[in-house]
């Protein structure tokens, strides 16, 4: 019993009968395709050591004819007795042989013309076979044929071959991949191209072929229409395809790409845009970025962590370009932009947001800036369309001669500063904070809760020296806890235990392995610790590296300290032990981090972007109002950072504010408060007014009336534009009145209750 074979198309059964055929000797090359095929780069490279390698040790002839009326016709034209061939190269010979003008080369043109006998008239007539050429012939001929070699362009022909680079799919190693390879072999004794990527096979979702009869796949422009082409091509790029493995597509899957990839990209580059127009909303001058060099000599550490990020990032998108290895490319730039958004942005939304002062908001601002566009270029090839519209933008403020689209500037240069030293503090740093944020889940102690120590345990000087002084801030802010400690004595939270790394050992050692491993797993404390420090150990007769052995550091409770008030986490490189018991002086910082959490809320329920400017006012029920006002006594500057202006008492807002939200909450470390969200008010001080008015009330109510009149942001750079003065000369009846900022009146109400205080 076997199966019988059925068309795929049309499920009607297939008959198989011999017939004869025209053949390639492709077996008097064989050694020299093998040969052919060590000079070529293939990615993966498994499929051409060992898929097409045996398919050519095992080639046989290949049968080029097929009996068809459509196709190339095979060039051969044979006697009738079989005794004569004539193989033409070109349609200049067969006009010579024949002596009929050819046009075109259809069966149906060429299939009358007959070439006299060379043996004499007796011999009759050479006519053409009936076969034309297996079409897989002409796909191989594609590298000269498409130019028209050898009639036209060998020069440009001669130069350019073989191809730097071909792709198709894993099938094609039996098919185009094999055609190609033979035909150049066997013409030219080359391979006919030089590097290639080897395609796997897109299948449905549910693991069958793709096919227009079962319609099981989503249709491709509706693919494109909802999540655009861009995300489509990165999840194909980040999908075992491009390794030569068969994948299933998800439409979630491209969907989880604009998502993971696009989403947040963007929102760095929207952040970049909201705060470069904050500078001209404030009067300041228009932004434009700082030159390269400048930025590279940055004193802030995080400014010197994505300059080197991003040096990062170029050079291993063109190394990994370089060796045709896509599949790479797409998870560094996740990386990247994760911690881009993630890390840079986050950590310096002050800076970025102007709370630092002017020339550090620039600096950071300029930073930013050129890692997007730098990155939009590394990115080009990958995302062509995405990259393009923020570039369009992005240009507005270069020098004139920038290139009018992406696609015209060049790959960007490595050349910036890297600071490999930076960087991996900053990734054991979100290591550390990565850690402290599970200890408090698992511990039911969340963000807004401070704690009182962490203590951070590593053998590295330089990285204990970095967390504890540049990268100090960004920590202890992060986690809410008031101290960090660092500590190098990797005993004293820790025990220390050894593991072999079987992955690496075990191909290694083969059947000594259970002797070594024995041996790992029974080395002391002193032992492990002189195994770090001097980088190998010789066991069981086997020297050992770094690589080979997991040093697993486990927590160890420090004395005097019971398990529930301290806990830790830990990857076997660092150790996180962090302080959990209580301490009531951090209690108002615990309120504080409540409140800014309440007003951010609403920001977002009123709809505001993160450039709005807005004055807060809080209003605390009876019983509450002298424990609310302590916190935003002692906490005033955490709050103002946080949400941008202080917190008003709701007595000093004007009736002539404009109020945008307003919310009452209960239950928030036990008080019930009011929060209004306002746009920034003028402040007038009426005694002042009154006064440069010549006590006339009419007169600087009217002047009052006028400036409330006024855009707020353009009165704010009329003040910015004349060194805080503004005349007012427009009141019938009154003379013209110079009117000075913090002498007659306050731009917010928050400067104003900022002055009253110092």
Known sequence: MHSYPFCWRSETPLLYRAVPSWFVAVEKIKDQLLENNKQTTWVPDYVKEKRFHNWLENARDWAISRSRFWGTPLPVWVSDDGEEKVVVGSIEKLEELSGVKVTDLHRHNIDHITIPSGRGPNYGVLRRVDDVFDCWFESGSMPYAYIHYPFENKKLFENNFPGHFVAEGLDQTRGWFYTLMVLSTALFGKPAFRNLICNGLVLAEDGKKMSKRLKNYPPPMEVVDNYGADALRLYLINSPVVRAEPMRFKKDGVYGVVKDVFLPWYNAYRFLVQNTQRLEAEGLSPFRPIDRSILQTSTNVLDQWINSACESLVQFVQQEMDAYRLYTVVPFLLKFIDNLTNIYVRFNRKRLKGRTGEEDCRMALSTLYHVLLTTCKAMSPFTPFFVEVLYQNLRNVLDAGAEESIHYCSFPEVGGKREQRIEQSVTRMMTVIDFARNIRERNNKPLKTPLREMVVVHPDADFLEDITGKLLEYVTEELNVRSLVACNDPLKYASLRAEPDFSVLGKRLGKAMGFVAKEVKSMGQASILAFEDSGEVTLAGHTLK?????????????????????????????????????????????????????????????????????????????????????????????????????????????????????????????????????????????????????????????????????????????????????????????????????????????????????
């Open 546 to 758: 770094l690589s080979d052995i997991k040093v697993i550091r486990e927590f160890k409770l420090p004395n005097g300290v019971e398990k529930d008030e301290v806990d830790a986490a830990g990857d076997g490189d660092v150790l996180v032990v962090l302080d959990l018991r209580p301490d009531e002086t951090l209690v108002e910082a615990g309120v504080a981090r409540e409140i800014v959490n309440r007003v951010q809320k609403l920001r977002k329920k009123a709809g505001l972007e993160p450039m709005d400017s807005v004055e807060v006012y809080y209003e605390s029920c009876e019983g509450d109002r002298l424990v609310l006002e302590q916190v935003i006594e002692s906490q005033g500057s955490y709050i103002r950072d946080a949400v941008g202006s202080p917190l008003l008492p709701s007595i000093l807002c004007p009736p002539y504010a404009v109020i945008l939200a307003s919310e009452k909450f209960s239950g928030v470390a036990g008080m019930s408060f009011t929060i209004r969200l306002s746009r920034p008010s003028l402040a007038f001080i009426d005694n002042a007014l009154s006064m440069l008015c010549s006590g006339d009330e009419t007169n600087a109510n009217g002047v009052k009336e006028y400036l409330l009149s006024r855009d707020h942001s353009n009165l704010k750079a009329d003040f910015m534009s004349a060194n805080g003065k503004v005349r007012v000369a427009c009141i019938e009846g009154q003379p013209p009145l110079d009117i000075f900022l913090g002498q007659h009146l306050y731009l917010s109400v928050g400067d104003y209750y900022l002055s009253l205080r110092t």
